[in-house]
């Protein structure tokens, strides 16, 4: 089990040294541990939007994401309901290296194709062989996404994996128009527009193809990326994140 990290603001140095604490003890190379949950007395359904998107490789951090303000490598109790930490991982990386996100739990929600999110919005990422128990809204991605409340299936690669194992996610299509331009509540960290341009695996985050247009930084999204272990630098999974 992952040994959680009580933490105060930390700079970057003393981050890559807290985090050999909070990262788990050795195991399979490049194979995370399975997500961290955990029991509240609220009753919450489990969806999987992916914040604060984040990539850990050679012992210290290379992308630090955080989702309003919590950061995703160093996760420290109490857990910043609703958001709860997922391990990824990435085959062929270092021990528990990879990608970790944090996901969204929410109450009440009835129908998935009314949310306020921007389309692009990334749901239910994991590599298919690592943390089995992530869904999209009870949708395993591996499998299926929610199509008709709009959701479309993502997949990308995930080098020196074996058959069968690789990257995959739900992207949100906004079908009501309900994040037109990003005018909509979210948090800060959101994960958006996931793509893996070596395999044309093109997301979008706010109707910009992120392949060949980038992210749109002029409404606060940020590119991050490209990471995959195996693959010469620059190349893998990129995306963008909300400021």
Not at 99 to 128: R, V
Not at 177 to 183: A, D, M, S, T
């Amino acid at each position: 089990m992952t040994s959680h990290c009580r933490a105060s603001v930390l700079s970057s140095g003393a981050l890559a040294v807290a985090l050999s604490g909070c990262l788990g003890a050795p195991g399979t190379e490049g194979v995370a541990e399975q997500s961290e949950t955990t029991t509240s007395a609220i009753s919450s359904a489990f969806h999987g939007v992916v914040c604060g998107m984040s990539y850990y490789n050679n012992g210290h951090p290379i992308v630090s994401g955080s989702c309003d303000n919590n950061p995703t490598l160093v996760w420290q109790p109490p857990y910043a309901w609703p958001w709860d930490r997922q391990n990824d991982g990435d085959r062929g990386a270092d021990n528990n290296a990879g990608f970790y996100h944090q996901s969204w739990h929410a109450n009440n929600i009835t129908d998935m194709s009314m949310l306020p999110l921007p389309n692009g919005t990334a749901c239910g990422f994991k590599e298919t062989c690592n943390n089995s128990g992530e869904t999209c809204f009870g949708h395993d991605a591996k499998n299926e996404c929610p199509l008709d409340k709009g959701w479309i299936r993502r997949t990308a690669n995930d080098m020196g994996a074996p058959n069968g194992c690789y990257f995959v996610w739900c992207e949100y299509t906004d079908p009501n128009n309900l994040c037109l331009n990003g005018n909509c509540t979210i948090p800060t960290g959101l994960t958006c527009g996931i793509t893996d341009p070596d395999y044309n695996a093109s997301g979008t985050c706010l109707a910009k193809n992120t392949q060949t247009q980038g992210c749109p930084t002029n409404l606060g999204f940020l590119p991050r990326g490209n990471y995959d272990a195996g693959r010469p630098a620059g190349h893998g999974l990129r995306w963008c994140e909300k400021q």
